[in-house]
Nanobody, 126 residues
Framework: QVQVVESGGGLAQAGGSLRLSCAAS????????MGWFRQAPGKERVFVAH????????HYADSVKGRFTISRDGDKNTVYLQMNGLAPEDTGVYYC???????????????????WGQGTQVTVSS
Protein backbone atom coordinates (compact mmCIF):
# COMPACT_ATOMS: atom_id res chain seq x y z
CA GLN A 1 0.00 0.00 0.00
CA VAL A 2 1.14 3.49 -0.87
CA GLN A 3 0.18 6.50 1.18
CA VAL A 4 -0.83 9.48 -0.93
CA VAL A 5 -1.10 13.08 0.25
CA GLU A 6 -2.14 16.04 -1.89
CA SER A 7 -1.52 19.67 -1.14
CA GLY A 8 -1.59 23.06 -2.80
CA GLY A 9 -5.30 23.54 -3.31
CA GLY A 10 -6.96 26.83 -2.62
CA LEU A 11 -8.88 29.70 -4.09
CA ALA A 12 -8.01 31.31 -7.40
CA GLN A 13 -9.64 33.77 -9.72
CA ALA A 14 -10.49 32.94 -13.29
CA GLY A 15 -7.33 33.11 -15.36
CA GLY A 16 -5.15 32.47 -12.36
CA SER A 17 -2.85 29.61 -11.49
CA LEU A 18 -2.35 27.00 -8.82
CA ARG A 19 0.18 24.24 -8.39
CA LEU A 20 -0.82 21.01 -6.69
CA SER A 21 1.64 18.61 -5.15
CA CYS A 22 1.28 14.92 -4.43
CA ALA A 23 3.61 12.93 -2.21
CA ALA A 24 3.60 9.14 -2.29
CA SER A 25 5.29 7.01 0.32
CA UNK A 26 5.34 3.61 1.97
CA UNK A 27 6.89 1.39 -0.69
CA UNK A 28 10.51 2.33 -1.27
CA UNK A 29 12.01 0.90 -4.40
CA UNK A 30 8.71 0.34 -6.16
CA UNK A 31 7.77 1.85 -9.49
CA UNK A 32 4.36 3.19 -10.32
CA UNK A 33 2.60 5.69 -12.49
CA MET A 34 0.59 8.47 -10.91
CA GLY A 35 -2.34 10.56 -11.92
CA TRP A 36 -4.73 13.33 -11.02
CA PHE A 37 -8.51 13.22 -10.97
CA ARG A 38 -11.07 15.77 -9.96
CA GLN A 39 -14.64 15.76 -8.78
CA ALA A 40 -16.92 18.75 -9.10
CA PRO A 41 -19.88 19.17 -6.75
CA GLY A 42 -22.60 16.73 -7.70
CA LYS A 43 -20.47 15.19 -10.44
CA GLU A 44 -18.52 11.98 -10.90
CA ARG A 45 -14.80 11.79 -10.45
CA VAL A 46 -13.07 12.30 -13.79
CA PHE A 47 -9.58 11.95 -15.16
CA VAL A 48 -7.32 14.97 -15.39
CA ALA A 49 -3.72 13.91 -16.02
CA HIS A 50 -1.31 10.99 -15.82
CA UNK A 51 2.44 10.53 -15.79
CA UNK A 52 4.52 7.38 -16.08
CA UNK A 53 7.16 6.33 -13.58
CA UNK A 54 9.95 7.79 -15.65
CA UNK A 55 8.06 11.02 -16.17
CA UNK A 56 8.68 10.82 -19.90
CA UNK A 57 5.10 10.12 -20.95
CA UNK A 58 2.02 12.08 -19.97
CA HIS A 59 -1.69 12.05 -20.77
CA TYR A 60 -4.27 14.75 -20.30
CA ALA A 61 -7.99 15.10 -20.43
CA ASP A 62 -9.07 17.19 -23.41
CA SER A 63 -10.58 19.73 -21.07
CA VAL A 64 -7.19 20.65 -19.57
CA LYS A 65 -4.78 20.23 -22.48
CA GLY A 66 -2.70 23.32 -22.98
CA ARG A 67 -3.54 24.64 -19.52
CA PHE A 68 -2.43 21.96 -17.07
CA THR A 69 0.95 20.29 -16.85
CA ILE A 70 1.78 17.18 -14.87
CA SER A 71 5.37 16.50 -13.91
CA ARG A 72 7.36 14.19 -11.69
CA ASP A 73 10.12 15.07 -9.30
CA GLY A 74 13.55 13.49 -9.57
CA ASP A 75 12.92 11.21 -6.60
CA LYS A 76 9.91 9.75 -8.48
CA ASN A 77 7.76 10.01 -5.37
CA THR A 78 6.32 13.45 -5.91
CA VAL A 79 4.16 14.68 -8.76
CA TYR A 80 2.88 18.13 -9.51
CA LEU A 81 -0.03 19.55 -11.39
CA GLN A 82 0.58 23.05 -12.63
CA MET A 83 -2.76 24.61 -13.46
CA ASN A 84 -2.80 27.75 -15.54
CA GLY A 85 -5.64 29.66 -17.08
CA LEU A 86 -8.06 28.41 -14.46
CA ALA A 87 -11.77 28.66 -15.05
CA PRO A 88 -14.75 28.17 -12.74
CA GLU A 89 -15.34 24.83 -14.44
CA ASP A 90 -12.08 23.63 -12.91
CA THR A 91 -13.55 23.86 -9.43
CA GLY A 92 -13.63 20.63 -7.51
CA VAL A 93 -11.78 18.30 -5.23
CA TYR A 94 -8.56 17.13 -6.84
CA TYR A 95 -7.32 13.66 -6.03
CA CYS A 96 -3.90 12.20 -6.57
CA UNK A 97 -3.74 8.50 -7.34
CA UNK A 98 -1.08 5.82 -7.61
CA UNK A 99 -1.15 2.95 -10.11
CA UNK A 100 0.38 0.30 -7.90
CA UNK A 101 -1.21 -2.87 -9.28
CA UNK A 102 -3.68 -1.77 -11.92
CA UNK A 103 -2.72 -2.14 -15.58
CA UNK A 104 -1.09 0.88 -17.10
CA UNK A 105 -3.55 0.84 -19.99
CA UNK A 106 -6.27 2.09 -17.67
CA UNK A 107 -4.60 5.42 -16.97
CA UNK A 108 -7.74 7.37 -17.86
CA UNK A 109 -10.11 5.64 -15.47
CA UNK A 110 -10.38 5.29 -11.72
CA UNK A 111 -9.92 1.53 -12.06
CA UNK A 112 -6.40 2.20 -13.30
CA UNK A 113 -5.28 3.30 -9.85
CA UNK A 114 -5.03 1.57 -6.50
CA UNK A 115 -4.16 4.17 -3.89
CA TRP A 116 -5.79 7.55 -3.46
CA GLY A 117 -5.18 10.67 -1.49
CA GLN A 118 -7.77 12.47 0.58
CA GLY A 119 -8.20 15.22 -1.99
CA THR A 120 -7.48 18.92 -2.01
CA GLN A 121 -10.08 21.55 -2.77
CA VAL A 122 -9.63 23.86 -5.73
CA THR A 123 -12.08 26.71 -6.09
CA VAL A 124 -12.02 29.10 -9.03
CA SER A 125 -14.13 32.22 -8.87
CA SER A 126 -15.33 34.23 -11.83
Amino acid sequence: QVQVVESGGGLAQAGGSLRLSCAASGRPGTRYAMGWFRQAPGKERVFVAHVTWSGSTTHYADSVKGRFTISRDGDKNTVYLQMNGLAPEDTGVYYCAVAEYAPATAWGATRGYDDWGQGTQVTVSS
